[in-house]
């Protein structure tokens, strides 16, 4: 009898065991999973830091050539404004001069629409 008893309590042991056993198994396929997702979600989360890397790198060179392109049509036009002040003053020149001025504002109005769609 003594023996017996020993049995019924191993058998609740290796009953319990399993029951461990299968519980360990569905928490680590669980966590597979969860590291599966957080995997995937990091790839997309890197996919979007170098797409927005490549437009900040655009824009970063478009404001580089606008910037350029502002240098160039300010000292044009302070060029022509000298040109008019000295004196040479022609229906031509007052257009020209007219027109560097509006050629510089729809430039930063063409770069502001640029950044507010971005």
Same mark, same amino acid.
Do not use: W
């Given at each position: 009898?003594?023996? %017996?008893?020993?049995? $019924?309590?191993?058998?609740? +042991? $290796?009953? &319990?065991?399993?029951?461990?056993? /299968? ?5 680590? +396929?669980? &966590? $597979?999973?969860? &590291? ?5 979600? !990091? ?28 240098? #160039? @049509?300010?000292?044009?036009f302070r060029e022509q404004r000298e040109y008019l002040t000295r004196g040479n003053i022609?229906?031509? /020149?007052?257009?020209?001069? %007219? %027109? @560097?001025?509006?050629? !510089? +504002?729809?430039?930063?109005?063409? #770069? ?7």
């Amino acid at each position: 009898m003594c023996c %017996g008893n020993q049995r $019924r309590s191993l058998s609740p +042991d $290796r009953h &319990l065991s399993r029951r461990s056993r /299968n519980n360990n198994a569905v928490v680590v +396929d669980s &966590l $597979r999973v969860r &590291l599966a997702e957080t995997e995937a979600r !990091l790839e997309r989360v890197r996919a979007r830091e170098a797409e927005l890397t490549r437009r900040l790198e655009e824009m970063k060179r478009f404001v580089s050539v606008m910037e350029i392109v502002e240098s #160039y @049509l300010k000292q044009r036009f302070r060029e022509q404004r000298e040109y008019l002040t000295r004196g040479n003053i022609t229906s031509e /020149n007052v257009q020209v001069a %007219g %027109g @560097l001025s509006c050629c !510089l +504002d729809s430039q930063v109005s063409k #770069y502001l629409e640029f950044t507010e769609n971005e």
